[in-house]
């Protein structure tokens, strides 16, 4: 069953990534190759265009029941350089 909101896809996630990693595929949408970004207007939203290999898109065009989980999550700049940054190393003071 299909997590219905956004807390449930949180869960689902959350739990797939640290139980069973080597089944989440994770793409980084920077590299993905991204066609098109449209801004929204007064006349319509928002748009992203990106390649997804035919697979993808056989299923999300799918069978309901046989459709995978696809979701878009974003991760703060702020985060990202939190976590990735090295530990700054306090100054080794020697004694005289």
């Given at each position: 069953m299909m997590?219905?909101?956004?807390?449930?896809?949180?869960c689902v996630v959350r739990d797939v990534i640290t139980e069973c990693p080597e089944e989440a595929n994770i793409i980084n949408l920077y590299?993905?190759?991204?066609?098109?970004?449209?801004r929204e207007n007064d006349k319509r939203?928002?748009?992203?265009?990106?390649?997804?290999?035919?697979?993808?898109a056989?299923?999300?065009?799918?069978?309901?029941?046989?459709?995978d989980?696809?979701?878009?999550?974003?991760?703060?700049?702020?985060?990202v350089d939190r976590i990735t940054s090295p530990i700054i190393q306090q100054p080794t003071i020697v004694a005289p």
């Open positions: 997590p219905v909101d956004a807390i449930e896809t949180f590299e993905a190759g991204i066609l098109q970004v449209v939203p928002a748009k992203l265009t990106m390649y997804i290999s035919d697979d993808v056989k299923n999300i065009k799918g069978r309901d029941s046989l459709r989980l696809y979701v878009v999550m974003r991760v703060p700049r702020e985060t």
